[in-house]
């Protein structure tokens, strides 16, 4: 579709060519953070947008990499932030994605250790998924002395606050066992926060355990097709030509969208910049090719006009 308007490589589209788009895609995939909504801000417009989207029969889901809370709490926080179209059911997030596959991919058959949010273990045990508890080894445990979980199949990785070099023990002892699966939600190495700041993601705490383990984590969240996979199984006839990716971040959402053969948008209300686009569109290695947009615009509010447009065709 991207060549059909004849401005494929990280252009800024605007109006028409936004409506062009509104018309020809079925299926709009968002990412939430530096896209929707920046914490508990919602992106100025963005509401509006999802709404309209919903009420004109297109097909919303949102894939975010975030693994901290359940989905029940998403549709909260979409109800809270004027987002009042937004069923459960849209919401595909690393954490839901994760229970999925160790449920119905790999049936896994024991415990699963994990290193992650308490919103990651309500995931997997809503989905019938039983987790190693969390034990209180007591202040002077160590790997030396501390009780390993018996019967523990697979350890999954996620954004982890409370993370203990103990905990970090425990999964590289558990990832000695050849059998057992290393998974993790997401590979994002950071988040950025106000101030200039910025918070380790799970991508960094997934490093330290394939480093500590010797083994490569299969990675569930995106970039990876497993969270297109889990929409296509729960959504009947999605096709890729008929579906835009939307996101901020490079080398997460523009690379998920390439990964699964959609168009992709990059909105520079997040990560990523138009300049770090043109940067991937003009390298030589042609693996960087895989992080350029197909259209970009400033904010998702970019949508509103050619909304209009189409309720002033329609009256």
């Known amino acids: 579709m991207a060549g059909a308007f004849g401005f494929k490589g990280c252009q800024k589209i605007r109006g028409p060519q936004i409506r062009g788009l509104l018309e020809a895609k079925d299926f709009f995939l968002f990412d939430c953070d530096g896209v929707i909504w920046h914490g508990e801000n919602a992106i100025t417009g963005a509401a509006k947008v999802v709404n309209s989207l919903i009420r004109h029969g297109k097909n919303v889901v949102f894939v975010t990499n975030n693994c901290t809370r359940p989905r029940e709490n998403y549709v909260h926080k979409f109800s809270r932030l004027g987002f009042t179209d937004v069923m459960l059911d849209q919401i595909f997030s690393s954490s839901y994605c994760s229970a999925l596959y160790l449920r119905d991919v790999v049936q896994v058959r024991g415990q699963v250790f994990v290193m992650g949010c308490e919103g990651l273990r309500r995931e997997l045990l809503e989905a019938g998924v039983p987790c190693v508890e969390e034990a209180d080894d007591g202040p002077d445990a160590t790997i030396y002395n501390c009780t390993l979980a018996p019967d523990v199949k697979a350890v999954l990785v996620g954004h982890d606050d409370k993370l203990t070099f103990l905990k970090l023990a425990k999964a590289s002892c558990y990832l000695r066992d050849p059998e057992c699966l290393f998974l993790a939600t997401d590979n994002d190495p950071w988040h950025p926060l106000s101030g200039g700041r910025i918070l380790p993601g799970s991508g960094s705490l997934t490093a330290a355990l394939e480093v500590a383990s010797g083994r490569k984590a299969t990675v569930i969240g995106k970039p990876s097709r497993f969270m297109f996979e889990c929409i296509s199984s729960q959504f009947r006839g999605v096709d890729p030509a008929q579906c835009l990716m939307v996101g901020d971040r490079l080398e997460t959402d523009m690379l998920f969208g390439s990964n699964c053969g959609l168009d992709t948008m990059l909105t520079l209300t997040g990560v990523s910049q138009l300049e770090e686009a043109q940067e991937y569109r003009n390298s030589d290695l042609t693996t960087n090719h895989s992080f350029v ?16 447009e189409l309720e002033e065709q329609n009256d």
């Open 293 to 308: 947009p197909d259209y970009v615009v400033d904010t998702i509010a970019d949508f509103l006009p050619a909304f209009e």
